[in-house]
């Protein structure tokens, strides 16, 4: 026994426009945290030039120009004033560790004054030198540009600083730079923290879209294995029941070796069987009908008169226990021709045709009958039986569902007979109506498209 | 060609032993084979006149051994019926172009419709087109 497994074909495709969402969703999430950094480090470092161009700005030239850069500018006022204006300037600005002078001799910078303060550690007297000093800021002695540069490492730590000219007014010359150090660590954990934003907004989509790819992915095993079921129900199920509906009639036949009780034993044996394989086909024919697929019914002409016929030879022997008669009324044309599937429209009239006898009294009659409505063949089954509360019509044919006065009569039943039956009209761009009145009896209307144009038989 | 002979392909017991019954009761003489890999040898032996042919059988697929059939010079004239679960009548179409002599619906046609169908298709020329 071979079980195919079908895939359909949109699943590829599907598949490969998701990762491309994916792909796009977590790049923009990237160039967002990317373009984030970028500025925020950028911001950071505009900011710290600001400063030192301020500082550049509002040291005093001549102050400046008379540093001496040794520890003879210890004790003179000058010296003293620049320091604590760097002091104080260190201290309103709590991003900046460092603020200090610096000039150079003999390609060798040195510190000209520190903000440090004398007692810590980290103070820098004047004329020590710095041989840490980059390129960069050596060359501005000479170009004098302002500049930005880090993160760096020197014996005080990591850090990013803003280097300024200060000018001789008269000059123009060089004669100090202004320097401010901050903290690289600090910088570094302020940009990855606004970076990390983008890509925090950018999960929020990504997490929705997983979700719906793995909905969407159950989904479609589900489907795969209500397939997979229908296809080994399809024969798995109805082959054993047709050996024992066909087995039961055939000993049916053989009347010479069977005695009266054997004879109706098998009988109900048959009955039990062709019910089950009547369930069968309502659930298999409920799930082609559920998915909505349209492909799996077949497109061909079918004379509904010929059904009906078939309907009525069928119902013979059942109708006969209960002595009800089913007969066609002369409404009935010659021939009604629609197109659709016969087996499931067959099956559907059979389905309507069995409640009207099952819900009957004895010694009553099923009358078949048929009017041209409008654009529509419709087919009419009317019993005289028990009949639909009005308040459960509607109900009837929503699925799984027993009118309450149906029990009454037979204990079990699936309760989708009506809406397979309505579900296979609509997928035939037909109609279900039903007409009733509890203890009165109940009509069925069947209704079908007229097919346009009779093709050959 | 022995005009009396029918082999059935089956792999259902119960429907086989079914099949056997009622086709001796008719008349005629029946052969039973479940698995579909030993069919041909057995049209070239024993010469049916009908082949009742399960489409879902073990073994090489019912549709190949149609196929093999009918294609066959010394097989050929055996007439297949095949026998299926699906009621579409598009396969029935489909099985017509491959050269089966009748088709019998398991879920919708009853044994006296079988009966029928077998000595419908007994009578008929192989190459006329019966529904």
């Known amino acids: 026994m071979t079980y195919t497994k079908s895939r359909s074909p949109d699943s590829f495709s599907t598949q490969r426009s998701d990762i491309l969402l994916i792909i796009l969703i977590v790049a923009s999430g990237l160039i967002g945290s990317l373009l984030t950094a970028t500025t925020v480090n950028r911001r950071n470092q505009n900011f710290l030039l600001a400063r030192v161009d301020t500082i550049a700005t509002a040291l005093p030239a001549e102050d400046v120009a008379k540093l001496q850069g040794n520890e003879s500018d210890l004790t003179e006022e000058n010296y003293n004033k620049i320091k604590a204006k760097l002091a104080l300037i260190r201290k309103n600005n709590s991003d900046i560790r460092f603020v200090y002078l610096t000039s150079i001799k003999d390609s ?36 004098g540009d302002h500049f930005v540069e880090g993160p760096y490492r020197d014996r005080w730590g990591n850090w990013m600083s803003a280097i300024a000219p200060i000018r001789d007014p008269n000059t123009g010359q060089i004669i100090a730079m202004a320097g401010v150090d901050s903290s690289a660590l600090n910088n570094f954990l302020q940009v990855a923290l606004y970076a990390t934003i983008p890509l925090l907004l950018s999960a929020i989509p990504l997490v929705i879209l997983i979700r719906q790819i793995r909905i969407k992915k159950a989904e479609e ?29 055939s000993l049916l036949g053989r009347t010479t070796e069977l005695n009266p009780a054997s004879k109706e034993l098998l009988s109900d044996m048959s009955v039990s069987a062709r019910s089950v394989m009547s369930t069968i086909n309502e659930i298999l024919d409920l799930s082609i009908f559920e998915e909505g697929n349209p492909d799996k019914l077949q497109h061909n002409q079918v004379d509904l008169v010929s059904i009906i016929t078939e309907v009525q030879k069928e119902f013979k022997l059942a109708s006969k226990v209960k002595d009800i008669v089913i007969k066609r009324d002369n409404s009935w044309p010659e021939h009604a021709y629609v197109i659709g599937d016969s087996g499931a429209i067959r099956r559907g009239m059979m389905n309507i045709v069995s409640n009207a006898i099952k819900y009957s009294p004895e010694t009553t009659q099923v009358t078949l009958g048929y009017q041209k409505n409008g654009d529509m063949h419709t087919m009419s089954v009317h019993d005289t039986g028990i009949g639909i509360p009005s308040s459960e019509i509607e109900k009837v044919t929503e699925g799984y569902y027993r009118a309450s006065n149906a029990t009454n009569i037979l204990a079990h039943g699936t309760g989708i007979g009506l809406w397979v039956t309505k579900l296979m009209l609509e997928q035939h761009k037909g109609r279900l109506v039903i007409e009733s009145q509890e203890n009165i009896g109940t009509t069925v209307y069947l209704s079908i498209p007229i097919a346009s144009k009779p093709t050959t038989a | 060609m022995d005009n009396k002979l029918i082999l059935v392909v089956e792999d259902e017991d119960s429907l086989s032993t079914v ?31 009908v082949v009742l042919l399960d489409i879902m059988i073990p073994g090489l697929s019912g549709l190949d051994v149609l196929q093999a059939v009918v294609a066959d010079p010394e097989t050929k004239e055996t007439k297949i019926i095949v026998v299926t679960t699906l009621n579409s009548t598009d396969r029935q179409q489909e099985y017509k172009t491959f050269g089966a002599a009748g088709f019998i619906d398991k879920v919708n046609m009853n044994l006296p419709d079988i009966l029928k169908k077998i000595q419908e298709v007994m009578v008929t020329e192989p190459s006329t087109d019966i529904s």
């Open chain 2, 19 to 49: 099949f056997k019954f009622e086709l001796e009761n008719a008349g005629y003489d029946v052969l039973l084979e479940a698995n579909g890999s030993k069919v041909m040898d057995i049209i070239k032996a024993k010469h049916p006149a």
């Open chain 1, 221 to 249: 095993e589900i489907q795969m294995l209500k397939r997979r079921f229908i296809s080994i129900a399809s024969h798995e199920l109805r082959s054993p029941l047709t050996g024992m509906i066909w087995g039961t009639q």
């Open chain 1, 108 to 143: 060798q910078v040195y510190f000209l004054v520190d903000s440090e303060d004398s007692a810590s550690k980290d103070y820098s007297p004047p004329g020590e030198t710095y041989p840490e000093a980059s390129p960069e800021f050596v060359n501005s002695f000479k170009d």
